[in-house]
């Protein structure tokens, strides 16, 4: 199986990147997607580096945030077709997008240990270039956007966010959050607090925006 251009040649070690807890509570990828998630993070750091000698700290430090979000991971696997070949235990509409991104960075830690971190940044900088490329300017954080938008009409209201219960195994909850702000609400879910508030004010941005 070839996947972002790799082709594994341990193929129990590809199959162990792709099985979720839910499958297999002994032999599953969380141990890989520790390594693959900071693979990631230092691969794309590394690129951002090299594509925006301009910019700032600051400003690196949100592409890069946007870059390696449980979002665009999951995208990515979206767009390969990744679902099809994960194992996993019943997954319920919350858990897709988590699911998704932990098997991304889990077959990045993955082909690390198979081939180095020379090959492994080569394979996330061929597609993550373009993704980094397509924000011309570094985007803001969904929270202060959202800020800033419930702000421009001069009322001095803030967003409200409201922490809802957690969801999920208790070795791997999902955080839950809901905002509002003029007249309207959104939630997200996230691995942390401050991932859950980010992802229910990026949906909330959207809801507004129409």
């Given at each position: 199986m070839n996947i972002l251009g790799y082709t594994f040649k341990d193929k129990k070690l590809m199959e162990l990147a792709l099985t979720q807890s839910g499958a297999d509570a002994a032999h599953n990828n969380e141990?890989?997607?520790?390594?693959?998630?900071?693979v990631l993070g230092l691969s794309v750091a590394v690129l951002l580096y090299e594509m925006f000698p301009a910019e700032a700290e600051g400003e690196l430090a949100r592409r890069h945030a946007?870059?390696?979000?449980?979002?665009?991971?999951?995208?990515?696997?979206?767009?390969?077709?990744?679902e099809k070949h994960i194992r996993h235990g019943h997954m319920t509409a919350g858990r897709v997008q988590h699911v998704l991104a932990d098997a991304m960075e889990a077959l990045f830690g993955a082909i690390y240990l198979e081939s180095g971190f020379g090959v492994?940044?080569?394979?996330i900088t061929a597609r993550w270039r373009d993704l980094a490329a397509a924000?011309?300017?570094?985007?803001?954080?969904a929270k202060t956007a959202l800020q800033e938008f419930v702000q421009r009409g001069h009322t001095g209201e803030l967003p409200v966010y409201e922490y809802l219960p957690q969801t999920g195994p208790s070795h791997n909850p999902v955080f839950n959050v809901s905002v509002s702000a003029l007249g309207q609400s959104?939630?997200?879910a996230g691995?942390?607090?401050?991932?859950a508030s980010t992802a229910?004010?990026?949906?909330l941005l959207k809801k507004l925006a129409k």
């Open positions: 141990r890989l997607e520790f390594i693959g998630d900071r946007t870059l390696v979000s449980t979002q665009t991971l999951a995208m990515v696997a979206t767009e390969i077709g990744l492994a940044r080569d394979v924000e011309i300017t570094a985007p803001k954080d959104a939630t997200g691995s942390s607090k401050k991932e229910a004010a990026a949906e």
